[in-house]
């Protein structure tokens, strides 16, 4: 019983991950995420049908500078770019952290998104 009861946990759950992400969108995905002493290091996927630009980044709620920003900051569909985000505090072994990436879809008409990704300093 408890073998059956664990199995059917878990497809339970993987479908209900397999809805969600679908539900909740996967347009931007963080694929890898680091620190140094000074600054963190996020590569972004772009998995939809059109280009979108990245228009700010904040960590735990207090905006952060990134790289690159402006026209550099566009993340052409299908492709992924590595962004160094600077935030007020420099990063602490152990500490976690809420990063949110604002970003605009460039679509007709154009449509804003944001990301929501937490990460344990390294």
Do not use: C
Not at 36 to 64: F, H, Q, W
Not at 90 to 96: F, I, K, L, V
Not at 102 to 113: E, F
């Amino acid at each position: 019983y408890f073998i059956w009861f664990r199995s059917f946990q878990a497809q339970t759950q993987g479908a209900v991950q397999d809805e969600a992400s679908g539900a909740l969108g996967t347009q931007i995905q963080v694929l890898n995420i680091t620190n140094d002493k000074t600054d963190y290091y996020i590569v972004l996927r772009n998995a939809m049908t059109n280009d979108v630009n990245v228009t700010g980044a904040s960590i735990g709620g207090e905006t952060a500078t990134y790289e690159p920003s402006g026209a550099a900051a566009s993340i052409p569909k299908t492709t992924s770019k590595t962004f160094k985000i600077t935030g007020v505090e420099a990063p602490t072994r152990g500490t976690t952290r809420t990063f949110t990436i604002t970003y605009t879809i460039n679509s007709s008409p154009a449509t804003t998104g944001a990301l929501v990704h937490t990460y344990t300093d390294a």
